[in-house]
């Protein structure tokens, strides 16, 4: 009898051992955390995790050691003092298992975030293929998220760091590889892109919905979010039941008359959709959070344009969103500002990525560690994808080697700064003259002897195109129909014809001398 009972007990304690074996979870590293990456040089490294609840995981970096235990969450973190190691090393991670992270390098890690112009890869972008055949750049490293969509905040992401190569640089995007290849470049240190972009996305997708939520001006979005989700299961069914099969009549139809098929409807927008406020930054932001990073590049606002006037708050709110939960103070966010786009208008007239561009422009200089990269030359009529992303990715590293890195370069196109009203004519003042103004034949101005793109009114606020000279660091605007000049605006349409730069070749930023309403701005209610 005591024999069976040991028997007994001793089973019970084999399997015992046998369900904590199967249930113990191995040390792993966030996602971020690969080999090749690259550690942001200069200040505190944050390295996190998971393990099983209560494990101790130590991690080792050269002659540095920190150990930290994971809590009931199963997360751990540690944070090491700044890290001077030159050229390659390993991180090493031990608990009851082991991992050794090869070939990491200490460098600096900026973000590139966006819409579809970050998202746009180096293949697709001008010269391509003489681009990816230069492209061996061994220490600048590149990591594409894995996008992903979620309700709620994730804190993990999928994706891997890879030193730049001609196999693989063309699945970068553009934007981020020629902004980084500058980088790399001028300063001589490795450099880190982290590519977390999606196209077709507005502002609020990449922001958290508590930072949304924080304030009532975007209680109008959530409503109708609330509306668009409870509807969601009855336009699934509906979907799945009367427009697919439809769709494929269709498609056979087509097909048997040998024509172009018709696209696929798109699924109904439900709880999992890419653009519902808070999806993208709880799945493709928050998982690289704290990661130390230098800065972040941001591409995007082409879906806000309808509602350029809330992305005055609405793109301030997002960076100080990502700023606070990141922790690392008021780190660089270099805007890249809309490119000229849709058809050429013959006349003065208002215009929605005007007011978008002027919303970038604001948010960038009413911060002092904002940047502005304008492309207001390099875009396309008829293409929102235009392909000269090189110039783009120029200016973005101009405006950090400029300020976040306090090189003595001209790192800005002219910029308004003051007007001043001189008879019958408008005196314009500039910022970042550079070493002069000029004017630049670009695609869209091929008129080397005539600056253009400048609008004059009176305080009847009825706009005609100007004439306009440079005199000095100044452009004199004047028109033989406005005897009483109020206001000057400049490259003011969604595809303004406009050519005044410094002569450094940086193009001067569009903008506008009045403050009258603009046509994507709230108006109070009649009476």
Same mark, same amino acid.
């Given at each position: ?7 007994? $007990?001793?089973?019970?304690? @084999? ?31 944050? =390295? ?5 609840? +209560? ?12 150990? @930290? ?34 070939? $990491? ?43 992903? *969509? ?46 977390? #972009? ?84 709880? /799945? ?10 230098? +800065? ?9 344009? #309808? ?35 849709? @058809? =050429? ?51 973005? /590293? ?10 003595? =370069? ?7 700064? #003051? ?25 869209? /101005? ?28 100044? $452009?004199?605007? #004047? ?8 206001? *000057? ?27 009258? !309403? ?5 108006? !109070?209610?009649?009476?």
């Amino acid at each position: 009898m005591h024999r069976a009972r040991f028997a007994h $007990v001793t089973l019970l304690v @084999a399997l015992t051992l046998t369900v904590r074996i199967a249930v113990h979870a191995d040390v792993t590293l966030n996602g971020m955390f690969t080999d090749n990456m690259v550690l942001q040089r200069d200040i505190d490294v944050p =390295i996190f995790g998971k393990a099983e609840v +209560g494990e101790q995981v130590t991690v080792t970096i050269g002659d540095q050691t920190q150990t @930290a235990t994971a809590g009931e969450d199963g997360k751990w973190m540690v944070t090491f003092a700044p890290i001077e190691i030159v050229g390659a090393f390993e991180v090493k991670v031990a608990a009851t298992n082991e991992i050794t992270l090869t070939n $990491v390098v200490m460098g600096d890690v900026w973000i590139c975030s966006g819409q579809s112009n970050m998202a746009m890869t180096v293949r697709g972008c001008r010269n391509a293929a003489e681009e990816i055949a230069a492209a061996s750049h061994p220490d600048l490293r590149l990591f594409n998220c894995s996008r992903q *969509v979620s309700p709620e905040p994730l804190d993990d992401c999928t994706g891997a760091w890879v030193p730049c190569t001609p196999e693989v640089v063309g699945g970068f995007s553009g934007v981020g590889y020629f902004f980084g290849r500058k980088l790399h470049e001028d300063l001589g240190v490795p450099i880190g892109l982290v590519n977390t #972009s999606w196209g077709g996305t507005p502002a609020e997708a990449w922001t958290s919905t508590e930072k949304l939520l924080s304030t009532g001006e975007y209680q109008a979005t959530f409503e109708a979010w609330v509306t668009i989700i409870e509807d969601y299961p009855a336009a699934l069914e509906e979907y799945e039941n009367e427009t697919v099969p439809a769709w494929g009549k269709k498609v056979a139809e087509a097909k048997a008359a040998g024509q172009t098929p018709p696209r696929k409807p798109r699924t109904p927008p439900g709880p999992n959709y890419y653009r519902r406020p808070g999806n993208l930054f709880n /799945a493709m932001i928050n998982p690289i959070i704290p990661m130390a990073i230098k +800065g972040t590049t941001w591409y995007q606002g082409e879906a806000n344009a #309808s509602r350029a006037w809330q992305y005055r708050s609405l793109l301030p709110t997002m960076i100080e969103d990502w700023r606070e939960r990141w922790g690392q103070g008021d780190f660089p966010f270099i805007i890249v500002q809309l490119a000229n786009f849709l @058809a =050429i208008e013959e006349q003065p007239a208002e215009a929605t990525w005007a007011e978008l561009r002027e919303a970038q422009t604001m948010t960038a200089l009413n911060d002092p560690q904002g940047g502005l990269a304008v492309a207001i030359e390099v875009g396309n009529a008829t293409n929102i994808h235009p392909k000269n992303k090189q110039t783009v990715g120029l200016r973005l /590293a101009l405006w950090a080697l400029g300020t976040t890195y306090d090189q003595d =370069i001209v790192y800005s196109g002219p910029m308004y700064a #003051s007007k001043r009203t001189e008879g019958n004519t408008i005196r314009i003042f500039f910022d970042h003259v550079g070493s002069g103004l000029c004017r630049r034949v670009t695609e869209n /101005a091929p008129f080397p002897t005539r600056l253009i793109g400048f609008q004059i009114a009176d305080q009847h606020r009825d706009w005609h195109w100007a004439d306009a000279w440079i005199d000095g660091d100044t $452009v004199v605007v #004047s028109s033989d129909v406005v005897k009483h000049p109020t206001a *000057v605006r400049y490259g003011w349409a969604n595809n303004p014809v406009c050519n005044l730069f410094n002569k450094e070749g940086l193009a001067a930023n569009p903008f506008r001398t009045d403050n009258w !309403p603009m046509i994507t701005q709230p108006q !109070p209610p009649t009476e």
